[in-house]
């Protein structure tokens, strides 16, 4: 086990480093200079030796390797530098406060998919061919194929504007987290519905069920404590890759909805060039699907001792 979580580690190293490369070309690659950007409208009034002394003072003279390998000496060191458009904020504290709002949605996202997608299709699963699996199906493909961000400006026009019982925007009470929540885990339930119910299926027709219910146990012992366990495995697998998903994919909702978390850090420091938040974000973002795959695959071990003997 020690081998294959260093072994894991490794390849997860290498993958961030690919990343960092990556998003340290494409942002070199975009029109625009966030020096200019910083500068706004003040910049008629500054020479070109006081621009260029600002891009001395920001690194931004040196060539492109240079850049690279300074930022990333000073990440390794933690130090994720501060930010070009926010003059003497560090990109550290930026991040920090925008973490919470992003892993509050996350985590409370996931926790309402699990706690409705599992009953669902186990149920659905159960009874297969029935209405509610019709009904099941259909609603998961739904919301599959129709797009958060529709999700989201439907809730604000229909709970916000018409009925007014939830905030539009913002998170001055405990009532807007609800719309954003509610977005984020109905894409997260059509899908662990989904595979709940396919698991199960398949659990279900194996030899060790049938010689349950030919044992002459009760259908529901039989599918909670001979088939449900083994249903969850895929299950196991799905919830950590959308965990890390969602850390990512909260870009589109915490826009619509104003909030202030790591997705709208990150396109507003798009827009802005704001060079060391970005790739900060987008280490950090790479460094969680890492974790979150890593943790998953301990976590299908301990569902699954076939694995540990492996």
């Given at each position: 086990?020690?081998?294959?979580?260093?072994?894991?580690?490794?390849?997860?190293?290498?993958?961030?480093?690919?990343?960092?490369?990556?998003?340290?070309?494409?942002?070199?690659?975009?029109p625009?200079?966030?020096v200019m950007l910083l500068l706004g409208e003040g910049a008629i009034q500054i020479t070109e030796e006081q621009i260029t002394a600002i891009r001395a003072k920001?690194?931004?003279d040196k060539s492109y390797p240079e850049q690279y390998f300074v930022w990333a000496g000073n990440l390794l060191r933690g130090d994720l530098g501060e930010s070009l458009i926010r003059r003497g904020v560090p990109v550290r504290q930026?991040?920090?406060?925008?973490?919470?709002?992003?892993?509050?949605?996350?985590?409370?996202?996931?926790?309402?998919?699990l706690a409705l997608a599992i009953p669902a299709g186990i149920v659905?699963?159960?009874?297969?061919?029935?209405?509610?699996?019709?009904?099941?199906?259909?609603?998961?493909?739904?919301?599959?194929?129709?797009?958060?961000?529709?999700?989201?400006?439907?809730?604000i026009i229909v709970f916000a504007l018409l009925l007014r019982w939830l905030p539009p925007f913002g998170l001055t009470t405990w009532k807007g987290y609800i719309l954003p929540v509610a977005v984020l885990a109905t894409g997260e339930m059509a899908i662990l519905a989904r595979v709940m119910r396919a698991a199960t299926i398949e659990v279900l027709s194996q030899d060790y069920v049938r010689t349950a219910t030919a044992k002459g146990l009760a259908q529901p012992t039989?599918?909670?404590?001979?088939?449900?366990?083994?249903?969850?495995?895929?299950?196991?697998?799905?919830?950590?890759?959308?965990?890390?998903?969602?850390?990512?994919?909260?870009?589109?909702?915490?826009t619509i909805f104003a909030l202030p978390g790591?997705?709208?850090?990150?396109?507003?420091?798009?827009?802005?060039?704001?060079?060391?938040?970005?790739?900060?974000?987008?280490?950090?973002?790479?460094?969680?699907?890492?974790?979150?795959?890593?943790?998953?695959d301990l976590v299908y071990a301990v569902v699954d001792p076939r694995l540990r003997v492996r």
């Open positions: 086990m020690l081998n294959f979580i260093i072994s894991r580690l490794l390849q997860g190293a290498l993958v961030i480093f690919l990343i960092s490369v990556v998003t340290f070309i494409m942002l070199r690659l975009m625009g200079d966030p920001w690194g931004l930026m991040i920090f406060e925008a973490l919470p709002v992003t892993g509050r949605l996350s985590i409370l996202a996931v926790l309402v998919a659905a699963a159960v009874k297969r061919n029935s209405i509610f699996d019709y009904l099941l199906t259909i609603g998961a493909t739904a919301g599959v194929a129709l797009p958060n961000f529709w999700f989201g400006l439907m809730g039989v599918v909670l404590r001979h088939a449900v366990r083994n249903a969850l495995l895929p299950v196991v697998s799905v919830v950590g890759f959308r965990m890390a998903f969602l850390f990512s994919g909260t870009i589109v909702i915490e790591i997705g709208r850090l990150f396109v507003d420091s798009v827009f802005r060039l704001d060079y060391q938040v970005v790739q900060s974000i987008v280490v950090l973002l790479g460094a969680l699907v890492v974790l979150a795959n890593l943790v998953t």
